[in-house]
């Protein structure tokens, strides 16, 4: 009986011509060859190939021959994955620690894509950072703990933000605090820390968005989901120093108990913050994270959030936005994410942002009220009031390219995992 398993080989001469003019499939009754005779876009085009064979109803397949290096491999991985599932890859052969490499690349994508794309029912606020606990606890049993604060507790904590956010729904909003400590000592000091915004499903509250933009709000958890699968990569990768992950998890929704424009909170800081918009909900929880991340001492706190619009609007959905008040530490984020083969741009954030976001009866607003203002860089400028030192130590993601509403010929919809291999890279830079 023959195998149902195709394999695949990546060359670089041109297709034959009755397979079109520069096709980059062909096939026989063995095997799918990719051609990409041009060196420089072998990743692309690998992705590419990965994406059509899927789209074909092609499952399962090996990576054969020895023009397949390990990073036009990831790309193909990339490619090769729908949210239905059933896909089956063979790796090829390859040297150990490129293999160890690609499985854990591939664990960490999986699990965030797998999240991502999950029904707002199955993945809520409790379900998010229960999973992202026994995720990392899997990977490092003896080094990971983990607890969660949640409804009235928040609020007793002062987690103001979290818990008006997410009053307004039955499922309680949640905080995760997960400590990452290889050595075991208690007293070890805290190299980083790691915050996601975890809004699980987002109606817009009462400032409620359209059907159509209502319709892709399970992928608000996806910075919650991004940091976790970050760090799960870190860790992998030998990650030898102590780490905080922060999951800010609630369902923005409407009720009769749901937080109203209007309302003014006062953070554990004592900066006050009037709601104009209750769809600005992502920066009102993300400060909750960044204080609590703050109270450790960590001299590095990155946190990342499907947080505007604007960040899409300005980039699409290939990059991520890199935004921080020390224009080194974006820099950096910037070029470890292209030694990772993803995408990221930094957008301005200066002190004068903060001032954009007026408010006639608070210390500010949660959103600015001006026209031709930067929403990308005031929402930054927002979170960088929550953080020590005038964030000079702080980066902020917004992930414009964590998801994909409808497939390309790169990503099948849904989620995609984009941003894990940057911030488990500065990570490791910024723990050494």
Known sequence: MMSAIMNIVLCTEAASAQWGEKALLSFNEHEARVHVPNGSEQERKAQQAGRKLDAMGIKQVRLSGDGWQLESRWAFAQGFYNARGGQQLEWGEMPADELSELEARNRAARWVREMINGTPEDIYPASLAAEAGKFIQ?????????????????????????????????????????????????????????????????????????????????????????????????????????????????????????????????????ITVEILNTDAEGRLVLADGLLAASATGAPFILDAATLTGAAKMALGRDYNAVLSMNNELAQATVAAASAEYEKAWQLPLEPFHVGQLTSSFADMANVHGGEGMAGASTAAAFLSRFVPDNGSQWVHLDLAGAYQKAANDLWAAGGKGHGIRTIAAILAQMCR
């Open 138 to 270: 899997a990977l490092a049993p003896d080094s990971v703990t983990y607890r969660t604060y949640s409804g009235e507790q928040l609020k007793d904590m002062g987690y103001v933000g979290l818990y008006e956010v997410g009053r307004g729904s039955e499922r309680s909003p949640i905080m995760l605090e997960l400590d990452f400590n290889p050595g075991g000592e208690a007293d070890a000091p805290v190299a980083a820390c790691l915050v996601g915004k975890g809004i699980t499903f987002d109606s817009g509250g009462y400032s409620m968005k359209s059907s159509d933009g209502m319709s892709v709000m399970k992928s608000d958890m996806g910075g919650a989901a991004t940091v976790t699968g970050a760090l799960a990569l870190a860790i992998q990768r030998g990650l030898a120093q102590r780490v905080k992950l922060f999951l800010c998890c609630a369902e923005n929704l409407v009720s009769g108990h749901a937080y109203k424009l209007g309302d003014i909170l006062t953070y554990k800081n004592g």
